[in-house]
């Protein structure tokens, strides 16, 4: 059951761009996670946010909520070539699994 | 150093040959939690485990066993490998669903299992 779907499915900036990813989702939700991948590897936990805040920061990271339009933005300023990787909202609605999208593939070109 | 370990984790195999993919985590974890990962279709779940002896479908367990025998172990089991399970498989953990740190369900992935069948 796919409930959050990224948008692009691919990024491509130049290092030093902002990098802006959307997720979309259909139900509503307790919180939304952001993970990241590094080609081939396991998922990383980057940041959440929950469904009564509007905007998360954590570095160059800036994570937005709109619960209304249920949707979500990831935000990486100022990327750098380590930023590449896929990118991948997961939506949590309380007493069920995480639901993971597609993912973005962002990458960063020195 | 908190971590969830998979092994093996590269194997080549062929049609029919049961096979394991071991899973353990360090963390006390309660959940746990297998997905696999096809290019086009993202992170599908196998199977997911809240306990001890606690185990249900994910959105793919068909071809799939597993059991949770204890706390820290979670280990996927492919009783009669066909190559449509060909893939990337995923074991991670949580608190749980609402719990820890965080009070949600943060997962922490294992490194991945590449699995092809022949």
């Known amino acids: 059951s796919q409930q959050g779907e990224e948008d692009p499915q691919a990024l491509s900036i130049q290092e030093g761009e902002n990098a802006t990813m959307n997720c979309s989702y259909k139900?509503?939700?307790?919180?939304l996670q952001w993970y990241r991948q590094n080609s081939g590897r396991g998922l990383v936990h980057l940041i959440l946010?929950?469904?009564?805040?509007r905007e998360k920061h954590s570095g160059r990271l800036r994570v937005t909520l709109d619960t209304s339009k249920k949707s979500s933005s990831l935000l990486i300023t100022a990327s750098r070539a380590a930023d590449t990787a896929s990118y991948f909202c997961?939506?949590?609605?309380?007493?069920?699994?995480?639901?993971f999208g597609k993912g973005t593939r962002l990458s960063v070109i020195a | 150093e908190a971590q969830v370990t998979q092994n093996p984790r590269y194997l080549i195999t062929v049609t029919g040959k049961k096979l394991t993919v071991t899973c353990s985590q360090n963390m006390n974890h309660e959940y746990m939690s297998w997905y696999r990962q096809d290019p086009g279709l993202g992170l599908r779940q196998i199977y997911y485990s809240m306990n001890v002896e606690v185990t249900d479908k994910g959105d793919v367990p068909e071809g799939y066993k597993v059991s949770r025998k204890e706390k820290r172990n979670f280990p996927l089991i492919l009783e009669s490998p066909s190559p449509n399970q060909t893939s990337l498989y995923f074991c991670a953990s949580s608190f749980s669903l609402a719990g820890g740190p965080w009070g949600a369900n943060v997962l922490t992935f294992g490194a991945g299992s590449r699995l092809t069948v022949l």
């Open positions: 946010i929950r469904s009564n805040e």
């Open positions: 139900t509503s939700i307790n919180n």
């Open positions: 997961a939506t949590d609605m309380g007493n069920t699994p995480l639901v």
